[in-house]
């Protein structure tokens, strides 16, 4: 059994006035036990940053986040305990959609004072690199186009290009990064089945008419269809954010309007928490979507 431990000490909140999430500074001791004794030696504090689009994800208020932040940022110490690389803490520790669960711990369970053996476990995987919101928007895809097909006879998702699915996996780090991701998810956002859209929409093919103007007329023809422009609003956000790569020009006020809509920054400073707030929007957008097909498939009784 290992000799060595940890001891968490307090938890405490330092996020800035107008941030979209939280910053924690914890503090912990790195020591053994000698009988009954604990005897520190040496004492770390690394700083927590949460992303706000976590916390909705979890459904956690600011008051308990404080507690379960604490708990998932222990496990990481922990983990890298365990490989001797506490030293990999050099910066802030992250906790987001890319390296935090899906789910909160199941308790908040670390309190200062809590001691922790730390077993040896070299052969720990590695950590994921990209967000389960990337995977949780495939499914989603392959749902809406499962429905579409058998409600109106087609996919109403399409797939032309494959890169920028892949660019959908990546995180951003830096200002080119999260350009390119913005780009391929708009790619992504468009790819739609414009013939479809206008054959359940009734419109014919001379008239001119957006690609997200049209989907939200095509799910106005659905009975339970309040959820239309909280579908299409994401979506033409992101075509204005999209717009606004390399330069925004005459495109200045909706692409201003799209960063307050995104909660971004301007300009973007920090580019993994502006992509993940981005990303979660489309999530939230192709669920509603998902969930108005569905809600009409089982209407129909399956039919």
């Known amino acids: ?12 909140e330092i996020t800035p006035s107008g941030l979209d999430g939280h910053r924690y500074r914890m503090g912990f001791e790195v020591g053994e ?38 708990t998932s940022a222990a496990s990481h110490i922990l983990d890298l305990a365990k490989k001797n690389s506490l030293d990999a803490l050099d910066g802030p520790l992250l906790l987001n959609t890319y390296t935090a669960p899906k789910t ?11 001691l922790i053996p730390v077993e040896e476990a070299p052969n720990l995987p590695e950590p994921r690199t990209f967000s389960f919101l990337s995977d949780d928007i495939s499914e989603l895809r392959d749902q809406i186009n499962a429905l579409s097909k058998d409600l109106w006879g087609d996919r109403l998702l399409l797939l032309s290009q494959e890169r920028p699915l892949f660019d959908m996996y990546k995180s951003a780090q830096t200002a080119d990064e999260f350009r390119l991701r913005v780009q391929s998810l708009g790619i992504i956002a468009k790819d739609l089945n414009r013939a479809l859209l206008r054959q359940v929409a009734g419109v014919t093919p001379d008239v001119q008419i957006g690609d997200f103007v049209l989907l939200e007329r095509a799910i106005h023809t659905l009975p339970n269809a309040g959820s239309a422009e909280a579908i299409g609003a994401p979506l033409k956000q992101l075509n204005n954010l999209r717009q606004g790569y390399p330069t925004h020009g005459d495109n200045a006020k909706m692409f201003l309007e799209a960063h307050r ?12 928490v502006g992509w993940e707030s981005v990303l979660a929007k489309y999530f939230e957008s192709i669920r509603s979507l998902r969930d108005v097909l569905s809600a009409e498939w089982n209407k129909r009784g399956g039919k």
Do not use: C
């Open 261 to 272: 809509y995104f909660g971004l920054t301007y300009p973007v400073t920090d580019f993994s």
């Open 104 to 114: 909160p711990p199941e308790s908040p369970q670390v309190q200062p004072g809590l």
């Open 1 to 12: 059994m290992s000799n060595k431990f940890i001891r968490f000490l307090k938890l405490r």
């Open 33 to 70: 036990k000698r009988g009954d004794t604990f005897h520190p030696l040496q004492m770390r504090e690394v700083e927590i940053q949460v992303s706000g689009t976590l916390q909705a994800i979890w459904g956690k208020s600011d008051s308990q986040m404080s507690a379960y932040s604490g």
